[in-house]
């Protein structure tokens, strides 16, 4: 066997045979950049804490449907919590007791009194407001590839699309969002253009 | 609280909840093996290379279940319910072991119950498609029955194997070890997986830690106070070359504590 275990693949194949232990290092491995992509689509932290949970308990009882990407399974994880961001309050039914009942830490301090943070807030929110401006399909593009640094190969693999398709459609998807942006005075664009990477990744 | 962080109490009581959900699907932790699905065509053949190192008694790790075919796999095509007939099981058999193809998409039952449910994405695929499944052999069963809608077409690979649970380690220190089962009992020494992916064992007493409730009421309180993970060492199975840490779940997070232990060595 090697150290085929160490892998992720491994991690995810012994996961499949119910070792809990193997998920665990899994979600240690993945959890903050699910989080992080959740809050960027979402703009609000409890939401994005629970669109991350939601993502990982997707995870798990899609298991038989996840598609491994060179190597991970981030991808697929990326794309579900696109998909669970987009229609936020439906996807997270299915699991709302089990969310509501994990403990959190109680926020005490007045979100209004930071200005600093507020600020932040409007920002992100932008962000999340110009990103429901694209479809699913473009959407899914545009996180694996504009912000999580995917190459177009990956994500048109994990998307099951011909990279040419997933080209195309990520230029128009990058114009309709800056456009989303720039019609908000408000707001500095924080998509500036991203060397995209394509081809395989070894 | 730091906005782009995850709230730990949050995080850890998620973390706990996953990974008492995938432990479900373990066989150790069924006796009725429901069924086991494995995702991508690289992993089910991964998977079916674990099945034949298995059978020939490699990486078995004690204590767990060693599955040996007894005889050769009938694959057959079927549409709607149907019986598949394997003919006399031989000397020794305990389970039926079956691979299940859909080529339709449906609703496919086991003869136990248990169930596979295919989509049209999954009927197209030779990866998505197949679901694993063993079960216990009945007194005088020769045959299994999948029913199905009418229309519904599926293949089944079927044969007759042999389980057997491996008896438990002991090292020099005369501490048992290896995967804990209804036979067997907790070992000393139970298997798990470091956080940096090596295979080893941690003590039972150091993952099941703490003080055992003394009422009801106690226990309540010990399984609704939140107590976070903790790191504990994972050893090779000599129980004193550590090869890395395990992070036992905390209280409070799905898990209760343990209701027994076994008594120290010596």
């Given amino acids: 066997?090697?150290?085929?275990?160490?892998?992720?693949?491994?991690?995810?194949?012994?996961?499949?045979?119910?070792?809990?232990?193997?998920?665990?290092?899994?979600?240690?491995?993945?959890?903050?950049?699910?989080f992080r992509h959740a809050y960027r689509l979402c703009g609000n932290h409890h939401d994005a804490e629970d669109i991350m949970a939601a993502s990982f308990l997707e995870l798990w009882r899609r298991r038989r449907k996840v598609r491994v990407v060179e190597g991970s399974i981030l991808p697929w994880l990326l794309v579900t919590t696109t998909n669970m961001a987009r229609n936020c309050t439906r996807s997270t039914l299915r699991y709302q007791r089990l969310l509501s009942a994990l403990p959190r830490t109680e926020d005490l301090s007045d979100p209004t009194a930071d200005s600093y943070r507020s600020y932040q807030d409007t920002l992100d929110q932008d962000l999340a407001?110009?990103?429901?401006?694209?479809?699913?399909?473009?959407?899914?593009?545009?996180?694996?590839?504009?912000?999580?640094?995917?190459?177009?190969?990956?994500?048109?693999?994990?998307?099951?699309l011909s990279p040419a398709a997933a080209k195309s459609r990520i230029h128009r998807a990058r114009q309709r969002v800056r456009?989303?942006?720039?019609?908000?005075?408000?707001?500095?664009?924080?998509?500036?253009?991203?060397?995209?990477?394509?081809?395989?990744?070894? | 609280m730091n906005q782009f962080h995850v709230d730990d109490l949050f995080s850890d009581a998620l973390r706990a909840e996953l990974v008492s959900q995938v432990k479900k699907e373990s066989p150790a932790a069924k006796r009725t093996r429901t069924r086991l699905w494995l995702g991508t065509g690289a992993l089910a053949g991964a998977g079916l290379l674990g099945v034949g190192a298995a059978a020939a008694g490699l990486f078995v790790i004690p204590g767990g279940e060693k599955v040996t075919p007894l005889a050769s796999p009938v694959t057959t095509t079927y549409t709607g319910t149907a019986t598949v007939e394997l003919g006399a099981p031989p000397e020794g058999t305990t389970g039926i072991q079956m691979e299940l193809r859909c080529l339709t998409p449906g609703w496919f039952e086991f003869p136990d119950g248990a169930a596979a449910s295919c989509s049209e994405e999954d009927a197209a695929s030779d990866r998505l498609g197949w679901s694993g499944y063993t079960i216990s052999l009945v007194p005088g069963q020769d045959s299994v029955t999948i029913k199905t809608d009418p229309e519904a077409r599926w293949q089944l690979t079927a044969e007759y194997v042999k389980q057997e649970r491996t008896p438990l380690g002991v090292n020099a220190k005369g501490e048992t070890y290896g995967v804990e089962s209804q036979e067997s009992g907790t070992p000393d020494l139970i298997?798990?997986?470091?956080?940096n992916g090596q295979s080893g064992y941690a003590y039972a007493s150091d993952l099941h830690g703490g003080p055992m409730p003394s009422s009801p009421e106690d226990a309540v309180k010990n399984f609704s106070t939140p107590r976070p993970p903790r790191e504990i060492p994972v050893f090779e199975s000599d129980g004193e070359t550590e090869i890395g840490v395990f992070m036992a779940a905390g209280s409070g997070g799905g898990i209760p504590s343990y209701p027994t232990r076994s008594a120290p060595p010596g």
Wanted: proline letters at 4%; charged letters at 20%; glycine letters at 10%.
């Fill in chain 1, 179 to 202: 456009a989303a942006l720039d019609g908000d005075a408000s707001t500095n664009p924080p998509t500036a253009p991203t060397p995209v990477l394509e081809g395989e990744r070894t």
């Fill in chain 2, 191 to 195: 298997a798990v997986m470091a956080t």
């Fill in chain 1, 1 to 34: 066997m090697g150290n085929k275990g160490d892998s992720e693949e491994g991690l995810w194949h012994r996961s499949l045979l119910g070792q809990g232990d193997a998920f665990g290092a899994l979600y240690d491995r993945h959890r903050d950049r699910v």
């Fill in chain 1, 129 to 160: 407001r110009a990103l429901t401006t694209l479809a699913a399909e473009d959407l899914h593009l545009v996180a694996l590839v504009v912000f999580e640094e995917y190459t177009i190969a990956a994500a048109a693999a994990v998307l099951g």
